[in-house]
């Protein structure tokens, strides 16, 4: 079983639609979690940390829910520039390694 | 540019040969990540170091990998005797010791025929 488990995807949504991507992770001493947003042939780069009391960055919410190992992104009135590949990452202890879901691939369309 | 950088970006190889590649971090950060990922995989750890020590290898760095970060700076990952399997992105990444958010550089993309 992977420690950080995606659906891949694709989600295929026109603009303007409200999606939502689920994350599992097993390792119950996680203590950080982020989403992850990666572009065909680039690196990831940091969307946004997750909090326990959950969070919200404009369009996007992330939330935590750590009795169940749960991690979720919610992305309202989708733009043709997010289409991407999401990666639910989490990391044991600050400073060291991250480990990453195998991504789920978000398709915007017009 | 002051993101991390990485040589090369791409990289072709015939099976057996050895590669090297080089990352050169953000210059205050003291800790530096590689990364592997395949094609429709997130990425996997492979070592890090915290300035000159390599303080953790991943068991998926079998002993054709070697990483050096010899002065603390900039980092060397050298495959031995390439093989099919070893072509991926290599991903280097770098953070202050322990703060969270790992800043990437843009890959070394080797494809071993």
């Known amino acids: 079983r992977k420690e950080v488990e995606q659906d891949p995807g694709p989600f295929n949504v026109p603009e303007g639609a409200t999606v939502a991507f689920n994350c599992t992770y097993s390792n119950s001493a996680s203590q950080s979690f982020f989403w992850y947003r990666q572009d065909c042939r680039k690196e990831p780069k940091l969307l946004m940390s997750v909090y326990s009391s959950g969070n919200e960055d404009g369009r996007f919410t992330a939330q935590l829910n750590r009795a169940s190992q749960y991690i979720s992104l919610l992305i309202r009135d989708s733009k043709l520039s997010d289409s991407a590949t999401y990666l639910c990452v989490v990391n044991v202890r600050a400073g060291n390694m991250l480990t990453f879901g195998g991504g789920t691939r978000l398709m915007v369309k017009p | ?113």
Not at chain 2, 15 to 20: D, F, H, K, L, S
Not at chain 2, 48 to 69: G, I, P, V
Not at chain 2, 99 to 105: A, D, I, L, S
């Open chain 2, 1 to 113: 540019d002051t993101g991390v950088s990485q040589d090369p970006r791409h990289k072709i190889t015939k099976r057996g040969q050895n590669v090297t590649f080089r990352c050169d971090p953000i210059s205050e950060h003291n800790r530096l990540y590689w990364y592997r990922q395949t094609l429709g995989q997130g990425p996997e750890f492979l070592t890090y170091f915290q300035n000159e020590a390599q303080l953790e290898k991943s068991r998926l760095l079998s002993d054709r990998f070697s990483a050096e970060r010899p002065k603390g700076s900039f980092s060397t990952l050298e495959i031995q005797r390439t093989e099919q399997g070893d072509s991926a992105m290599y991903l280097c990444a770098s953070s202050f010791w322990s703060y969270n958010e790992q800043f990437f550089g843009p890959g070394t993309r080797l494809t071993v025929l």
